[in-house]
């Protein structure tokens, strides 16, 4: 069974671009999460989308957005990158709620 | 809102034992317990669900206080392999409307706690 996929790996933007990251869940999982890694700041929640509906929300600008498609594969989207976007980005995928959650690899976003 | 964490760093010598807790101000459905190793994916290690018991496999469980909202994870006699971050999430039932009838929470985690095991 393929675990969850992530590209690119790694990315270097420019303060004011935008960029977006991919991950696509394991087959047959219907919950996609994205997170946010920075040192010292833990796993910040983005957002969950749930059967292509973004159901859960957490408290980033509206710089961030995503979306999911009818295969389950999600997309994240950062508009006018800032040098604070700087980080890991994870994303999980879930059968549904309270399943465990299984991580990609991360997206390794740098912003200079 | 994000569980909290304690403590945020252990160090241990091999073959002792460590705690870690998570605590909520809200009531919870589940707590999760992920470990994650410098330049990993945090990696699965239990789930505990409102009402179910405390689990564990090997030297590593964990248990679920539902009166008072917290999580304890355990460690015994660890090894060098157990060094990592763990991270608890927790999650709160919101009830969808769609098709599929499936509840689903919004999981968070918490700061992280930082094992590191000596030989």
């Known amino acids: 069974k393929a675990g969850v996929t992530q590209t690119p790996r790694y990315l270097i933007k420019t303060r004011g671009q935008q960029v977006t990251l991919s991950c696509s869940p394991i087959s047959g999982h219907r919950s996609v999460s994205w997170y946010q890694q920075t040192p010292g700041q833990g796993l910040q929640f983005l957002f969950e989308?749930?059967?292509?509906?973004?159901?859960n929300k957490g408290n980033f600008p509206g710089r961030f957005s995503g979306r999911q498609f009818s295969n389950s594969r999600s997309e994240m989207n950062v508009s006018t990158l800032e040098l604070g976007d700087s980080a890991l980005y994870l994303c999980?995928?879930?059968?549904?709620?309270?399943?465990?959650?299984?991580f990609g690899q991360g997206t390794r976003l740098t912003v200079v | 809102q994000q569980p909290v964490q304690s403590p945020q760093a252990v160090i241990l010598r091999e073959g002792e034992d460590a705690v870690i807790n998570c605590s909520s101000s809200?009531?919870?459905?589940?707590v999760h317990w992920y470990r994650q190793k410098h330049g990993e994916a945090p990696v699965f290690l239990m789930i505990l669900l409102k009402g179910g018991e405390q689990k564990g496999h090997e030297k590593i469980s964990a248990s679920f206080n539902e009166k008072k909202q917290q999580s304890s994870l355990y460690l015994t006699a660890s090894q060098l392999s157990y060094s990592g971050t763990y991270f608890c999430g927790t999650e709160y039932v919101i009830l969808g409307s769609h098709a599929g009838g499936t509840s689903y929470g919004k999981l968070t985690f918490g700061q992280g706690t930082i094992l590191t095991v000596h030989p």
């Open positions: 999980a995928s879930r059968p549904g709620g309270g399943t465990e959650a299984f």
């Open positions: 809200k009531a919870l459905y589940s």
């Open positions: 989308y749930f059967s292509e509906t973004q159901r």
